[in-house]
DNA sequence: GATTTCCTTATTAAG
DNA sequence: TAAGGAAATC
């Protein structure tokens, strides 16, 4: 410990950083944004700069707050820091974490100020389904008439923008008839997830930023706290997520925002790239520093996602560079539809793999929609490529894993209605869904919880002794787990991290086998799901053991009180399983191909990046070609995040037909492809609107078969006609009626597919 | 109460 | 197509 500053002097801290990045290490600017190109080291000069705040200016590590998005972005930060730090209980007490997680944290001392019961669970968009459609029914109303995703997504777009219903009561513009309706369920959402402590993503930061600005102590005791402030990813911020920033940035602490305008990719979330673009306008002290040097990727693919994005408006302009050799091509793969666009990608990775002696995990495929991995998946596994998906289906999102949580839940909290209607017939216990419904109803007319019927005989009547017993025996088992995990308790202080592990490995034990899960999903008749579900079970008891090494429970920070409680230790692992997604990078040690959206490849990096999928209608996706305003930026800097993944080579393919939702859709490739300069590419088949070699066109008879019967006037799918510009063609299918009838033609292969209304289009037959 | 069959609907992206 | 819900059947 003594030494421990000496062995990292200033000179040595700055070592290997590129003048740009020096400045940004060591600035000691009030405010400063980083503007970071992909590639340029951003993580680096933030673990970098950290350091040399703990290092050359003497902050100790709990004055130090870096906010992140991802987990997987703050875990990477903390393992950066954790061999510079003298011990690992050290990394504990700097502040990283996401923005959820952090103001977790802080609700979790002080959500008792604002009417909370600090212990409350926190909700993810399935919980938060059940808990609005348990919130109609009391209220009586029919979620087919108000359809809860709908109002979910209502209720998510005002708190956002930090709107509370009362609010929205009162401005005029929500006045209207309609909206009436919907602003009065939001109020009694807000009153019925608080009076059952649950809290969804929003509430978490919104009720943070209520509690800053309504408590001074509370606020000041954060501002004297926190001497520097560290934002990743800034230009992904929302509205809220703005004000929470500025509310823990004293007057007086450093500000520091990383962030890459090119890289917004999450406008549809709330995000507002106007936040990094416009910061002086908040901050009119505010220093800029740029990376534009990149180190990741070749010159011709740095060269084509500069072309690309050069095409958009709202960015503050910076055009990355490299040292490295131009490298490769960016390969155009032309595919007739989506199973052969599958098989050749998956033939190339065959291919490149083998001739260039390289692992599977080198291989990224990217997607913009998590529909389109199928035939992917298909394909690879056809050709004995081992690969792994990510996203689709999260690993705290399956069923045996809910089921095992909510278990975990009543151990503490037996009151939870949520979790008990969950695994009250899990495994099955002949309690259907009819006896639910009326221990809900008697519950709610005794206000009071199931647990609290079940428990007071209240409800085992004679009059439906079957029911009874059931109940009695569920009732029976529920106090045996408790009182094991009160045993457990007894043994294993908490306060001890080692200990803390045991408990919460044994409490997790508790309920996977006492309850009966384990025999339940081990036993399950579709052999093909009973290994994984147990697997999961049994990874699940490993993720809680690691859970309680590295978080162990913080002191009240405010009151300086130590509250050591089990029950603190539960609510929190269940709160991070809800915040986190549960999947990270292929490990270490498997080597598998990776499949993934472009929004979950940000920040990861691949030697071989293939983009599927990249037409027009898909990627740009077509509500983005839809809309009117700046969507299709968006589109183009997801494009540009899909591009600097790649390190060696680049690959982008497109499918002329595609089979999806039960029809057939024809496209054309993605503009954006469109926008690369040709001599940055390599064509395998062939594109249409751009150069053709006939030689090496796929096998041209395009096997779609014609659909008989479907017509406009004298247009018949099959029927040869022809344009005026783009020549002959056949027609390939129909829609639409009287003015608007459309028919798809197919011309010549620099045309393509085109989808042509009649009105206009002067269309000829011809025999 | 459980299981099977039929019918509707859906596709942006995630903490 | 496939997933999820409602209706029908066991």
Same mark, same amino acid.
């Given at each position: 410990?003594?030494?421990?500053?000496?062995?990292?002097?200033?000179?040595?801290?700055?070592?290997?950083?590129?003048?740009?990045?020096?400045?940004?290490?060591?600035?000691?600017?009030?405010?400063?944004?980083?503007?970071?190109?992909?590639?340029?080291?951003?993580?680096?000069?933030?673990?970098?700069?950290?350091?040399?705040?703990?290092?050359?200016?003497?902050?100790?590590?709990?004055?130090?707050?870096?906010?992140?998005?991802?987990?997987?972005?703050?875990?990477?930060?903390?393992?950066?820091?954790?061999?510079?730090?003298?011990?690992?209980?050290?990394?504990?007490?700097?502040?990283?974490?996401?923005?959820?997680?952090?103001?977790?944290?802080?609700?979790?001392?002080?959500?008792?100020?604002?009417?909370?019961?600090?212990? @409350?669970?926190?909700?993810?968009?399935?919980?938060?389904?059940?808990?609005?459609?348990?919130?109609?029914?009391?209220?009586?109303?029919?979620?087919?008439?108000?359809?809860?995703?709908?109002?979910?997504?209502?209720?998510?777009?005002?708190?956002?923008?930090? !709107?509370?219903?009362?609010?929205?009561?009162?401005?005029?513009?929500?006045?209207?008839?309609?909206?009436?309706?919907?602003?009065?369920?939001?109020?009694?959402?807000?009153?019925?997830?608080?009076?059952?402590?649950?809290?969804?993503?929003?509430?978490?930061?919104?009720?943070?930023?209520?509690?800053?600005?309504?408590?001074?102590?509370?606020?000041?005791?954060?501002?004297?706290?926190?001497?520097?402030? @560290?934002?990743?990813?800034?230009?992904?911020?929302?509205?809220?997520?703005?004000?929470?920033?500025? !509310?823990?940035?004293?007057?007086?602490?450093?500000?520091?925002?990383?962030?890459?305008?090119?890289?917004?990719?999450?406008?549809?979330?709330?995000?507002?790239?106007?936040?990094?673009?416009?910061?002086?306008?908040?901050?009119?002290?505010?220093?800029?520093?740029?990376?534009?040097?990149?180190?990741?990727?070749?010159?011709?693919?740095?060269?084509?996602?500069?072309?690309?994005?050069?095409?958009?408006?709202?960015?503050?302009?910076?055009?990355?560079?490299?040292?490295?050799?131009?490298?490769?091509?960016?390969?155009?793969?032309?595919?007739?539809?989506?199973?052969?666009?599958?098989?050749?990608?998956?033939?190339?990775?065959?291919?490149?793999?083998?001739?260039?002696?390289?692992?599977?995990?080198?291989?990224?495929?990217?997607?913009?929609?998590?529909?389109?991995?199928?035939?992917?998946?298909?394909? !690879?596994?056809?050709?004995?490529?081992?690969?792994?998906?990510?996203?689709?289906?999260?690993?705290?999102?399956?069923?045996?894993?809910?089921?095992?949580?909510?278990? !975990?839940?009543?151990?503490?909290?037996?009151?939870?209605?949520?979790?008990?209607?969950?695994?009250?017939?899990?495994?099955?216990?002949?309690?259907?869904?009819?006896?639910?419904?009326?221990?809900?109803?008697?519950?709610?007319?005794?206000?009071?919880?199931?647990?609290?019927?079940?428990?007071?005989?209240?409800?085992?009547?004679?009059?439906?002794?079957?029911?009874?017993?059931?109940?009695?025996?569920?009732?029976?088992?529920?106090?045996?787990?408790?009182?094991?995990?009160?045993?457990?308790?007894?043994?294993?202080?908490?306060?001890?991290?080692?200990?803390?592990?045991?408990?919460?490995?044994?409490?997790?034990?508790?309920?996977?086998?006492?309850?009966?899960?384990?025999?339940?999903?081990?036993?399950?008749?579709?052999?093909?799901?009973?290994?994984?579900?147990?697997?999961?079970?049994?990874?699940?008891?490993?993720?809680?053991?690691?859970?309680?090494?590295?978080?162990?429970?913080?002191?009240?920070?405010?009151?300086?009180?130590?509250?050591?409680?089990?029950?603190?230790?539960?609510?929190?692992?269940?709160?991070?399983?809800?915040?986190?997604?549960?999947?990270?990078?292929?490990?270490?040690?498997?080597?598998?191909?990776?499949?993934?959206?472009?929004?979950?490849?940000?920040?990861?990096?691949?030697?071989?990046?293939?983009?599927?999928?990249?037409?027009?209608?898909?990627?740009?996706?077509?509500?983005?070609?839809?809309?009117?305003?700046?969507?299709?930026?968006?589109?183009?800097?997801?494009?540009?995040?899909? @591009?600097?993944?790649?390190?060696?080579?680049?690959?982008?393919?497109?499918?002329?037909?595609?089979?999806?939702?039960?029809?057939?859709?024809?496209?054309?490739?993605?503009?954006?492809?469109?926008?690369?300069?040709?001599?940055?590419?390599?064509?395998?088949?062939?594109?249409?609107?751009?150069?053709?070699?006939?030689?090496?066109?796929?096998?041209?008879?395009?096997?779609?078969?014609?659909?008989?019967?479907?017509?406009?006037?004298?247009?018949?799918?099959?029927?040869?006609?022809?344009?005026?510009?783009?020549?002959?063609?056949?027609?390939?299918?129909?829609?639409?009626?009287?003015?608007?009838?459309?028919?798809?033609?197919?011309?010549?292969?620099?045309?393509?597919?085109?989808?042509?209304?009649?009105?206009?289009?002067?269309?000829?037959?011809?025999?």
């Amino acid at each position: 410990m003594q030494n421990f500053q000496n062995n990292y002097s200033p000179e040595a801290l700055l070592q290997g950083l590129n003048p740009a990045q020096q400045e940004a290490v060591t600035s000691d600017a009030q405010v400063l944004r980083v503007i970071a190109g992909a590639g340029s080291g951003k993580t680096k000069v933030l673990t970098e700069r950290i350091k040399w705040l703990i290092n050359v200016e003497h902050l100790a590590a709990e004055q130090i707050l870096a906010i992140t998005f991802t987990n997987k972005a703050a875990a990477e930060m903390r393992s950066r820091l954790m061999g510079f730090l003298p011990e690992r209980s050290y990394v504990n007490r700097l502040w990283i974490g996401t923005f959820h997680a952090t103001c977790l944290r802080i609700l979790r001392l002080h959500a008792n100020l604002m009417g909370w019961d600090r212990n @409350f669970t926190v909700m993810n968009r399935a919980d938060q389904e059940k808990t609005l459609r348990e919130l109609l029914a009391v209220l009586g109303k029919n979620p087919k008439e108000f359809v809860p995703k709908e109002i979910l997504a209502r209720i998510s777009r005002w708190k956002e923008r930090g !709107l509370r219903a009362d609010m929205l009561a009162e401005e005029r513009a929500f006045s209207a008839r309609a909206n009436q309706d919907y602003i009065a369920i939001y109020r009694e959402y807000e009153k019925f997830c608080r009076a059952n402590a649950r809290a969804d993503f929003d509430e978490l930061i919104l009720l943070t930023i209520e509690l800053l600005e309504q408590e001074e102590m509370v606020r000041n005791h954060f501002h004297r706290l926190f001497r520097a402030v @560290f934002v990743d990813e800034f230009q992904d911020t929302n509205e809220l997520q703005m004000r929470l920033i500025q !509310l823990l940035t004293a007057d007086d602490a450093k500000l520091f925002v990383v962030g890459d305008e090119d890289q917004s990719i999450y406008g549809w979330r709330g995000a507002q790239i106007e936040n990094i673009l416009y910061l002086e306008r908040r901050y009119p002290n505010l220093h800029t520093v740029s990376l534009e040097e990149n180190y990741r990727s070749t010159g011709n693919i740095l060269q084509a996602a500069n072309a690309v994005i050069a095409n958009n408006k709202k960015r503050l302009g910076k055009k990355l560079w490299t040292a490295a050799a131009d490298g490769e091509k960016i390969r155009v793969i032309s595919a007739f539809n989506e199973k052969d666009e599958a098989e050749k990608i998956a033939e190339i990775i065959k291919k490149t793999a083998r001739e260039k002696n390289r692992s599977w995990r080198e291989f990224a495929i990217l997607y913009r929609r998590n529909s389109l991995s199928r035939n992917l998946e298909y394909s !690879l596994s056809n050709q004995e490529i081992p690969y792994r998906i990510y996203g689709g289906l999260r690993f705290f999102d399956r069923q045996e894993i809910k089921d095992a949580l909510a278990y !975990l839940r009543l151990l503490n909290h037996p009151e939870d209605n949520q979790a008990l209607e969950r695994i009250i017939n899990r495994p099955k216990r002949s309690i259907g869904e009819k006896t639910i419904d009326d221990l809900r109803l008697a519950a709610w007319q005794n206000a009071g919880g199931i647990w609290n019927l079940l428990t007071n005989d209240f409800f085992i009547s004679a009059n439906f002794p079957k029911r009874a017993k059931a109940l009695a025996e569920f009732t029976s088992l529920i106090k045996k787990m408790q009182a094991e995990f009160q045993e457990a308790l007894r043994e294993n202080d908490c306060r001890d991290a080692e200990k803390a592990g045991q408990l919460l490995t044994r409490a997790l034990e508790i309920a996977i086998h006492s309850s009966g899960l384990w025999d339940f999903y081990s036993n399950e008749n579709d052999r093909t799901y009973s290994e994984t579900r147990s697997d999961n079970l049994e990874e699940l008891v490993s993720a809680a053991k690691e859970f309680a090494l590295r978080n162990p429970i913080f002191p009240d920070n405010f009151t300086g009180e130590t509250t050591p409680d089990a029950g603190i230790l539960l609510d929190n692992f269940l709160a991070s399983c809800t915040l986190d997604a549960g999947d990270y990078e292929a490990d270490a040690g498997e080597n598998r191909v990776q499949l993934m959206t472009i929004h979950s490849a940000k920040g990861l990096e691949f030697p071989f990046v293939f983009v599927a999928g990249c037409e027009d209608g898909i990627f740009p996706s077509y509500q983005a070609l839809q809309s009117l305003h700046d969507e299709i930026e968006e589109e183009r800097r997801l494009c540009y995040v899909a @591009f600097t993944r790649a390190r060696e080579e680049l690959s982008c393919s497109f499918a002329h037909i595609r089979y999806e939702q039960g029809r057939e859709h024809a496209s054309d490739c993605s503009r954006f492809l469109k926008e690369i300069p040709e001599n940055l590419l390599s064509m395998q088949g062939f594109m249409p609107g751009k150069t053709v070699h006939p030689a090496s066109a796929p096998n041209a008879n395009f096997a779609s078969a014609p659909r008989a019967g479907k017509t406009a006037g004298k247009f018949a799918v099959g029927k040869k006609v022809e344009h005026s510009k783009y020549g002959r063609g056949v027609i390939k299918d129909v829609e639409g009626e009287g003015e608007r009838s459309r028919v798809l033609v197919r011309f010549n292969f620099q045309i393509g597919d085109k989808w042509l209304v009649l009105k206009y289009a002067n269309l000829q037959l011809v025999e």
